[in-house]
């Protein structure tokens, strides 16, 4: 940056004669092709998933007092101990009102659980949980609305594929 003694010293000149606008736009237009690569060179990379590890499709059955849900409700798997050289990972199965459940999601849709012991609990909400709202009331007792209470354990290996698992919840009296 230089000045030019017979301008005002308060309005600042670049070299070569540039004004304060067009250092701007350059420096606008230089960020704007540094995005640009960035974005084609995430799009051409992907966003991962082939280092993701061995995952098993597993199906079953959850019920309510041997009978159906009065509402769709979403089963967990909570990871205790992975298997050997695999990531610790939780899943999620949603369940219709009949309980049938197939192929819970580890990072996408359908994709299986990560091999492992796992603890499950369920939730099926008669008042779902809020910040300022009563307090929350499962179709299940409390204990099988947390994996730190559940004592259902399982655990997935790649013949877990070929089973169905079936479990069956308590019905919360309050």
């Known amino acids: 940056m230089s000045f030019d003694s017979s301008q005002n010293p ?15 736009r350059r420096c606008l237009c230089y960020a704007l092709r540094v995005v640009l690569m960035a974005a084609i060179a995430v799009s051409l990379l992907g966003c991962g ?18 009978g159906t849900w009065p509402i769709a409700g979403t089963l967990f798997f909570l990871p205790l101990e992975p298997a050997a050289g695999l990531p610790r990972r939780a899943a999620t199965a949603k369940f ?5 459940f ?6 996408t849709e359908g994709d299986g659980v990560v091999p492992g ?9 008669k008042v779902r949980p809020t910040r300022a709202g009563p307090p929350p009331v499962g ?10 209470t559940s004592d259902i354990e399982v655990e997935i290996t790649e013949e877990s594929a070929e089973q169905t698992y079936e479990w069956d919840f308590p019905p919360n009296r309050a």
Do not use: M
């Open 117 to 125: 012991r796992y603890k499950v609990y369920v939730e099926c909400w």
């Open 96 to 100: 219709e009102t009949d309980g049938v």
């Open 102 to 107: 197939e192929t819970p999601c580890s990072w």
């Open 139 to 148: 179709y299940t007792t409390p204990k099988y609305q947390s994996g730190a």
């Open 10 to 24: 308060l309005q600042p000149r670049f070299a070569f004669g540039e004004g304060l606008g067009i250092h701007i």
């Open 49 to 66: 998933g082939a280092d993701r590890p061995t995952t098993v499709p597993i199906n079953g059955k959850v019920t309510l007092n041997k």
